[in-house]
């Protein structure tokens, strides 16, 4: 019998290039998509006619634990704050009455490994701690409640029983184009590229001697791909509940070395008068656009050895460093600063 999934947020980014891959590597699966209206549900629809939609939003949570009770496994991919969710989630998958536990994977966030540069206010200043998800994997489980994500990473980790298998799944920046039905584009890099070339000047917090990991999009929904069919191997390789925590990772970078990188590659281009960079504080890069300290000023720092390991995962994409040029002519494009082949045609 065909295994039953139920997905959430597949019209974003990363729930979106997931439902690409799955739908390729096995269309025999039966999965439902959680879609918040019937204009969603149509882009959805019109790529992929064999998914079931059900309508509605978080906040549906009725309809969410209906779904994840006649499931095998659930992926999360939307809101990872949203508690309503992921308490129906937890109770769907707790009445399930097939034979077996159900699964959950839950995509987090690794900005909770921001939490030491936010209680210090250390913004745009490297900090040395590195986390891990194998030796310290108690780390991962254990952070302060007012670390970001926390809430819901509580609420995952406390579900899981002898009916209820969890995994969390913690990506830091995430890069490259989505093959997703709807929304195909990252944050981080791209927003603040987008400010750049608004501002007609490129910024950083501080120093910018923070460091955070990375990972491409395509890479990311191979190892969700690995934790599915995982499950549905009775849960090996993988491992699951308080040792089911994977950071999914590629690599470091210093937000400084990226912001000069986007600059000098915008001003060839000519995008930008010119190639500096100009330091702000914490509260003028918030006032640039909404939580801009964070995404560009913290750090986050945790090496995934779990997925390689466990499930040989082995990511391979191009670095985020090689994505550079696509994400500033994209961005620009977006903006109508510059124009594309197809536009120069049309003219």
Request: hydrophobic share 40%; glycine share 8%; proline share 4%.
């Amino acid at each position: 019998m065909a295994p039953k999934l139920l997905l959430t947020g597949t019209t974003g980014y990363i729930g979106g290039d997931f439902l690409y891959l799955v739908s390729q590597v096995h269309p025999d699966w039966e999965i439902t998509c959680l879609v918040r209206n019937s204009d969603k549900g149509a882009k959805v629809a019109a790529v992929y006619p064999k998914v079931r939609l059900i309508y509605g939003d978080l906040d549906a949570v009725e309809t969410i634990e209906e779904a994840a009770a006649n499931a095998d496994i659930v992926y999360h991919f939307a809101n990872c704050d949203h508690e309503a969710s992921a308490k129906a989630i937890a109770k769907g998958l707790a009445r399930r009455q097939d034979d077996g536990p159900g699964y959950w994977i839950h995509t987090s966030g690794t900005l909770i490994l921001g939490a030491e540069t936010v209680a210090l206010a250390e913004f745009g200043n490297r900090l040395d701690k590195i986390y891990d998800d194998w030796d310290h994997i108690q780390e991962l489980s254990s952070h302060p409640d007012e670390a970001a994500h926390r809430n819901v990473d509580k609420i995952v980790l406390s579900s899981y029983s002898d009916r209820v298998k969890t995994a969390i799944v913690c990506p830091p920046t995430i890069y490259g184009p989505g093959r997703g039905p709807d929304n195909t584009r990252s944050v981080q890099i791209y927003r603040s590229t987008a400010e750049f070339l608004k501002r007609k000047k490129a910024f950083k917090v501080g120093k910018a001697e923070n460091i955070w990991h990375y990972v491409h999009v395509q890479d990311l929904s191979k190892l969700y791909l690995l934790l599915g069919e995982a499950a549905l191997n009775g849960g090996s390789p993988a491992t699951w509940n308080e040792l089911g925590y994977y950071l999914a990772e590629n690599g470091s970078f210093v937000w400084g070395d990226v912001i000069q990188k986007i600059a000098d590659i915008a001003h060839k281009k000519g995008l930008l008068p010119d190639s500096d960079v100009e330091s702000l504080s914490q509260d003028e890069v918030d006032r640039i656009f909404v939580h801009g300290k964070y995404q560009l000023g913290t750090n986050s720092r945790g090496v995934s050895v779990r997925a390689k390991k466990l499930l040989g995962w082995k990511p391979t994409m191009r670095s985020i460093q090689d994505e550079l040029p696509d994400a500033v002519e994209s961005e620009a494009r977006l903006l109508g600063l510059i124009k594309s082949h197809v536009d120069l045609v049309q003219e």
